[in-house]
């Protein structure tokens, strides 16, 4: 079966300060990994997905198949960071058609 | 238009009623994708439509729940005699391709704002 696991709930950080946002997934096949963001009052939205292997708003996320591990990276937190961020998982075994999410973590910026 | 519109945004309902709650995707997107979101936790896979093929519903947690999307346009999430645990924000999201396991990165998904369904 599909799981996404976000073992923090909260995390707080200083401004400046290193961030990582931990991401774990248990699948069947060749997954497609995502992070989506959720900022105060807007919609849920992608920040980046692992095929793109790109850096968003100074995020990165890289893949890791032998910890099936998908955690969200950036070196100098902001205070407009601060949102609630959702890891996701979609393809694999029969779930092709669906997005699994985590349950989130909320990143809490401090200034 | 220009995003994903679901409405309403907000939802009383006493316990018993039927509740409808609408979804208008990004015009031209393929997919569509119905979420249940409750407090604290995250978006919880109900259905998901392929124009008007209702593809998978393994996530619609009673049968009182039923979804469609007859145009393969603007889709409706129906829910009969609420209860008390319905009460959730219930998201919309589409994508333009249609999924399939070999259709790498065709699978972004556009939220809508999310109907809040309060049940007393």
């Known amino acids: 079966a599909q799981r996404v696991t976000q073992p923090e709930k909260l995390l707080s950080v200083f401004k400046g300060a290193p961030v990582e946002l931990k991401c774990n997934y248990s699948y069947s096949g060749s997954p497609e990994l995502f992070w989506y963001v959720q900022y105060s009052r807007q919609r849920l939205q992608l920040l980046l997905r692992h095929i793109s292997r790109e850096s968003i708003k100074g995020f990165t996320a890289d893949l890791n198949k032998g910890e099936t591990s998908f955690h969200l990276k950036k070196p100098f937190a902001q205070e407009e960071d601060s949102a609630m961020y959702y890891c996701?998982?979609?393809?694999?075994?029969?779930?092709?058609?669906?997005?699994?999410f985590g349950a989130g973590t909320r990143l809490f910026v401090k200034a | 238009g220009a995003g994903v519109s679901q409405s309403p945004r907000y939802k009383v309902a006493k316990r018993g009623q039927d509740v409808a709650l609408r979804c208008d995707p990004i015009s031209g997107h393929v997919s569509l994708f119905w979420y249940q979101q409750a407090l604290g936790q995250g978006p919880e896979f109900l259905t998901y439509?392929?124009?008007?093929?209702?593809?998978?519903k393994s996530g619609l947690p009673s049968d009182r729940f039923f979804a469609e999307r007859p145009e393969g346009s603007v889709s409706t999430l129906k829910i009969q005699r609420t209860q008390q645990e319905d009460s959730a924000v219930y998201l919309c999201?589409?994508?333009?391709?249609?999924?399939?396991?070999?259709?790498?990165?065709?699978?972004?998904?556009?939220f809508g704002a999310g109907s809040r369904l309060t049940v007393l």
């Open positions: 996701a998982l979609s393809g694999g075994d029969s779930g092709g058609f669906k997005t699994i």
């Open positions: 999201a589409s994508s333009l391709l249609p999924r399939s396991l070999s259709d790498s990165g065709a699978n972004v998904l556009t």
């Open positions: 439509f392929q124009n008007e093929a209702q593809l998978d």
